[in-house]
């Protein structure tokens, strides 16, 4: 499986996750093709329920170990007829009851033994970080204290696992947020600003056409013209 310029080995009882509209290939081994199924889904919740099975954009693959439950969780959801408005509930009831299963999968015992130590450091802070976007104070010496580890460590954790340092990755997960409420909420800028983590929307304002080249009014209108 390659994607983002990585290429990732699955094996038995792993899952990978694949945003939209990024490019990807995969392919099995032939003499000892994949068993495997695929579930498509999109809406608001879809981070947050995507960063609780322990997916990002840096981290799209994860060990889930046993997975026969949940590939009977996949068989009912795709038995759910979705002609009418009753049955869509049902099928989002059955679709949720296997994300939960993927969560608790991933939570278990067996799987936090075989996770690195490391490893479980670094998805604590970006948790951490990614629930805490808007809050102002918000820093490596914070998130570094929550977990608790010292911060030059977080630091080494953040280049290891995602190429970039604490702070930058704080600063580009809080444009991704932005650049999300400009384009799908009619939030007003200073609004996004603080959701974002900044009073001041001017600082805001600033930092974003810094990062993404446009200020977010123009980004904003950018997006609804197309």
């Known amino acids: 499986f390659q994607v983002n310029g990585k290429t990732y080995a699955p094996q038995k009882g792993d899952a990978f996750l694949i945003y939209p509209r990024t490019p990807f290939v995969y392919q099995s081994d ?3 093709p994949w068993r495997y199924v695929w579930v498509h889904f999109q809406g608001a919740e879809c ?14 693959m994860e060990a889930f170990g046993n997975l026969e439950e949940l ?6 959801t795709e038995q759910v007829p979705f002609d009418d408005f009753a049955w869509q509930i049902e099928h989002k009831i059955r679709l949720y009851a ?5 969560m608790e999968n991933r939570l278990s015992s067996a799987h936090q033994t075989q996770m690195s ?5 670094w998805e604590q802070a970006v948790t951490y970080i990614m629930n805490h976007l808007e809050d102002e104070t918000l820093s490596a ?3 570094a204290d929550q977990i608790p580890i010292c911060r030059k460590y977080l630091l080494t954790l ?7 340092t604490t702070n930058d990755f704080i600063m580009s997960k809080r444009v991704d947020q932005a650049k999300r409420l400009l384009r799908y909420t009619e939030f007003t800028v200073g609004e996004v600003a603080a959701s974002c983590g ?3 929307m001017l600082t805001f304002s600033r930092m974003f056409k810094k990062r993404v080249g446009v200020s977010p009014r123009t980004y904003r209108q950018q997006k609804m013209n197309r």
Do not use: W
């Open 47 to 60: 981070e947050e329920i995507c960063r609780a099975m322990g997916f990002s954009r840096e981290h799209p």
């Open 71 to 76: 590939h009977r969780l996949h068989q009912k």
């Open 98 to 102: 296997f994300f939960k299963g993927m």
């Open 198 to 200: 900044y009073k001041d």
């Open 30 to 32: 032939e003499k000892n």
């Open 117 to 121: 130590k490391p490893r479980r450091y």
């Open 141 to 143: 010496q914070q998130v």
């Open 158 to 164: 953040f280049r290891e696992f995602c190429q970039t």
